[in-house]
T-cell receptor, first 113, second 109 residues
C-alpha cells in the first residue's frame, strides 16, 4: 500500500541535542512538507520541498534544517537552536496540481527535557 | 485578521443532529479548499475537497461562498464516531497551504 511513514512515533531527547525525524513516502509525490502542531493551535509550516534537491523555509523555519536528496525522503533535523522543540511533528506529501490534497504521516511526538 | 479562521468550539451535539461549521479566509486569491478531520493525537486525514459548485459525500456536504469568503461543512445524522476536530485548509499562491486551528465536535449519545 502506498503511504507516508514517519518514525519514530515517540521521541525523547535532552535539551541541547540535535535530533532527526524521518519521513518516507512511496506515493511518488513531488512535494513534501513538515508541519508542527502545538496544543490548541493550527498546523504551522516549517519547511517544504517541491522537488528533489530544493526546499524552502516555511513560517517557522528557525532552529530546523531539512534535506531532500531523494524524492522519497525528507528528513527534518531539530537543532539545539530551536527554543521550544517539544511538539507534534507532521510530515506530508502531495501530488502536482492545485487540487492535490496533502497526505499526512502519522506524526512524531517529540519531547525535549 | 487571521488568514483562516474557525470557531474552535467545542460543538456538543446529540446523535442524529445536523451540525454545520464555517471557516472564513482572508485572501480572495485563494484557489483550493479542503476539510480535514483530526482525531485526538493523530494525524489529519482528508475528509473532502470543496468545489465551487458545492459537493456532497454521504452525510457530509461542503460549500464554498467566494463572495463572502467562507467555506462550510454540514454533517447530517451525526454519529458518535464523528467526534473529532475538523480543520479547514486553504491553498493560495499555488503552494501555500494555510490551516485553520480547527473546530472540535463532540457527539453524545
Amino acid at each position: 500500500d502506498g503511504g507516508i511513514t514517519q518514525s519514530p512515533k515517540y521521541l525523547f531527547r535532552k535539551e541541547g541535542q540535535n535530533v532527526t525525524l524521518s519521513c518516507e513516502q512511496n506515493l511518488n509525490h513531488d512535494a513534501m512538507y513538515w508541519y508542527r502542531q502545538d496544543p490548541g493551535q493550527g498546523l504551522r509550516l516549517i519547511y517544504y520541498s517541491q522537488i528533489v534537491n530544493d526546499f524552502q523555509k516555511g513560517d517557522i523555519a528557525e532552529g530546523y534544517s531539512v534535506s531532500r536528496e531523494k524524492k522519497e525522503s525528507f528528513p527534518l533535523t531539530v537543532t539545539s537552536a530551536q527554543k521550544n522543540p517539544t511538539a507534534f511533528y507532521l510530515c506530508a506529501s502531495s501530488g502536482s496540481g492545485d487540487r492535490s490534497p496533502l497526505h499526512f504521516g502519522n506524526g512524531t511526538r517529540l519531547t525535549v527535557t | 485578521r487571521k488568514e483562516v479562521e474557525q470557531d474552535p468550539g467545542p460543538f456538543n451535539v446529540p446523535e442524529g443532529a445536523t451540525v454545520a461549521f464555517n471557516c472564513t479566509y482572508s485572501n480572495s486569491a485563494s484557489q483550493s479548499f479542503f476539510w480535514y478531520r483530526q482525531d485526538c493525537r493523530k494525524e489529519p486525514k482528508l475528509l473532502m475537497s470543496v468545489y465551487s459548485s458545492g459537493n456532497e459525500d454521504g452525510r457530509f456536504t461542503a460549500q464554498l461562498n467566494r463572495a463572502s469568503q467562507y467555506i462550510s461543512l454540514l454533517i447530517r445524522d451525526s454519529k458518535l464516531s464523528d467526534s473529532a476536530t475538523y480543520l479547514c485548509v486553504v491553498l493560495y499562491n499555488t503552494d501555500k497551504l494555510i490551516f485553520g486551528t480547527g473546530t472540535r465536535l463532540q457527539v453524545f449519545p
